[in-house]
């Protein structure tokens, strides 16, 4: 009896540093141990050793039959236990460490399998002095119901084989079999198991991996996808790419290289078809990248005066195909003349002549993530954003940095609209916004009529770029807003003259 508790006691440390060491190597990435197998084989052990030990008081005359049994079992759960440790502990753990390079799974599982075949034979040996491998070979009628029975599983094993032998995929790949996309998780002895973009784990058998074709993305590779999309007969098809083309230039998660390309498919019955073709590097990106790219289509083409158009007859009466303000005064107009007067730079403007360029201005709708301002680009225009959020970004994709988050009511792009100088960052939209442009052609006969306003806009700009050092503020402020103010007269007031 005495030794049933130090075998129990055994178990229970060994489960107790298994369960320590899972922790640990969860905490550091590792691929834990395998703890279930060992946490049988201590409790079977102890039930097996208590069974045995009580052979005197429960059933004295018929336990002898079924000690040996139980001895067998007892020690072939060990053993099973023990190279599953030994598997984990010489073929994964090391990989973990980056001591060699990764091992298959269905390798590991097969060196288990035979690992494990071995054992049960020695052991049956052993105690009932029973060859398997001599009853399996002379017996004929035992293999046909063998094969029979474990066809299917027979199937898959060898399928399983072949798939790592031939390496079609590894793990990491992205794949597409019949209507399964996803991520290679593990090649298994039977089946492979993907991950798809939903979250789901889809179990497949290898017989079937076998049989079908399947398309295959090696990891950390560029992954493409296509969009096609209809537009109007009206819109000349070099213009209809040119459009495109933007949206996808300035969309931060598709790749430039591979380029995307945008080409002209076929014609439909009420409309042009394009292809979009475009990559990105994830395959996990395809969903949101799809929605976000067609969100920006339609608001690029809204902007500009397109639509998508269906297959119906309709007819449409268009006021202006740019969205121009309606020059009638409305409450929005007057709202709009509100809010520009609430601006600083425009704080010296009379109403009629905030009228003015609110009529003659254009309210623009853009959807989240798109890019309103880019860096090192011509400032023909200023935006006043009415609704929704904006991020000032510097840099290019590989190095960006956050400059400022732009809310209601902000000016942004007026210091390259008034001075002429390129774009100083990139402004992208992260919600659905609202704008208002100002081109430099509807504030330059305004200018015209009265110039002490470019004097005052002038002298706000030169109050803003003033040097933080008090010893240099006297001496550079006449030479800069004397160079601000030739710079703006330049823009506004000459540009036409010349």
């Known amino acids: 009896m005495i030794s049933i508790f130090v075998e129990l006691a055994i178990g229970i440390v060994v489960v107790a540093v298994l369960l320590l060491l899972g922790k640990f190597c969860r905490q550091h990435s590792f691929t834990p141990p395998p703890s279930r197998l060992p946490f049988i084989a201590v409790l079977l052990t102890t039930l097996f050793n208590i069974l045995i030990a009580g052979r005197n008081n429960i059933l004295p005359n018929t336990f002898i039959v079924f000690e040996s049994a139980l ?9 099973l236990a023990v190279t ?22 269905i390798a590991r599982d097969l060196i288990f399998l035979v690992a494990s075949t071995i054992i049960t034979i020695i052991i049956f040996q052993h105690y009932f002095s029973i060859n398997l491998v001599s009853l399996a070979a002379t017996s004929a009628v035992l293999t046909a119901v063998i094969g029979l029975a474990a066809q299917e599983t027979l199937k898959n094993l060898f399928a399983g084989l072949s798939l790592e032998l031939d390496c079609p995929f590894e793990e990491g790949d992205w794949v597409s079999v019949n209507e399964v996309c996803g991520e290679i998780k593990s090649l298994r002895l039977m089946t492979t198991r993907l991950l798809t973009v939903t979250g789901e784990m889809v179990v497949i058998p290898n017989s079937q991996l076998c049989n079908v074709g399947l398309k295959r993305v090696r990891r950390n590779r560029p992954v493409g996808q296509v969009l096609t999309i209809g537009l109007d007969y009206s819109l000349p098809p070099h213009q209809a790419m040119a459009v495109l083309t933007s949206v996808l230039l300035k969309h931060s998660k598709i790749l430039q290289e591979p380029k995307p390309v945008v080409r002209i498919d076929h014609f439909g019955e009420s409309a042009v078809i394009y292809k979009i073709y475009m990559w990105q590097s994830s395959p996990f990106q395809r969903i949101s990248l799809r929605s976000e790219i067609l969100e920006h289509i339609w608001y690029t083409l809204q902007r500009e005066g397109h639509g998508i158009p269906y297959p119906i007859t309709e007819v449409i009466v268009r006021k202006n195909a740019h969205n121009t303000i309606n020059e009638d005064i409305n409450e929005s107009t007057v709202a709009l003349i509100s809010t520009l007067g609430n601006l600083s730079y425009f704080e010296h403007f009379s109403y009629e002549k905030l009228e003015q360029l609110v009529i003659t201005s254009t309210l623009r709708e853009f959807g989240n993530g798109e890019t309103i301002i880019e860096e090192g680009s011509e400032g023909g225009s200023l935006y006043i954003l009415l609704k929704g959020s904006l991020q000032a970004i510097k840099g290019r994709q590989s190095d960006q940095r956050l400059l400022n988050t732009l809310s209601p009511v902000s000016m942004v792009g007026e210091m390259s609209f008034y001075t002429g100088e390129p774009r100083s960052a990139t ?28 004097e005052e806009i002038g002298a706000l700009i030169e109050t803003r770029q003033q040097p933080s050092d008090r010893t240099t503020l006297a001496s550079s402020t006449s030479r800069k807003k004397s160079t601000i103010v030739s710079l703006m007269r330049q823009i506004f007031l000459y540009e036409d003259e010349e």
């Open 71 to 79: 001895k067998a079992a007892d020690e072939l759960i060990v053993s």
């Open 84 to 105: 599953r440790l030994m598997v984990w502990a010489f073929l994964q753990l090391p990989v973990d460490l980056k001591l060699f390079k990764p091992i298959a799974k």
């Open 427 to 454: 402004v992208r939209c992260i919600e659905a916004s609202t704008l208002l442009e100002i081109k430099r052609s509807s504030l330059s006969p305004l200018l015209k009529e009265e110039p002490a306003l470019l």
